[in-house]
């Protein structure tokens, strides 16, 4: 698969972080999304919001795309993003669960 390929809810997510607009990038996510980073857990669009402000737009984190490969279960992709900012910087894969169009989950790891 190339960036031509990734799902319009992970291209959300790439693009609202690197745009800085924490509206849309919560709006990528489904009402009951789980997001796991290394083991901490958030639930909800208020657990979205939340990592958001602390781990990814609050410490203005940029993405940029490496790839992405289908996951083991359908709806699902292992994207690689080398991500900069204030935060976290390197490179690693984000493993997304898709459902009606946005997503419904997210892990770090």
């Known amino acids: ?3 031509t390929d990734v799902p319009a809810p992970i291209r959300a997510f ?3 972080t690197n745009r800085g607009d924490s509206d849309a990038f919560v709006a ?3 009402d009951d999304a789980y997001l796991n980073d290394w083991g901490r857990e958030f ?24 790839g992405i490969e289908p996951g083991g279960d359908p709806d699902s ?3 690689t993003l080398t991500v900069s900012g204030n935060g976290f910087n ?3 894969p984000m493993t997304f669960q ?6 419904a ?3 770090i790891s």
């Open 43 to 66: 639930h909800g669009h208020d657990g979205v919001r939340s990592w958001d402000r602390t781990d990814n737009i609050g410490v203005q984190s940029h993405f940029e795309f490496v």
């Open 1 to 3: 698969m190339t960036s």
């Open 14 to 16: 790439i693009d609202a």
């Open 105 to 107: 989950s997210v892990r």
């Open 77 to 79: 992709y292992v994207v």
């Open 98 to 103: 898709l459902r009606d169009g946005r997503i």
């Open 28 to 30: 990528a996510f489904t």
């Open 90 to 92: 390197g490179t690693g």
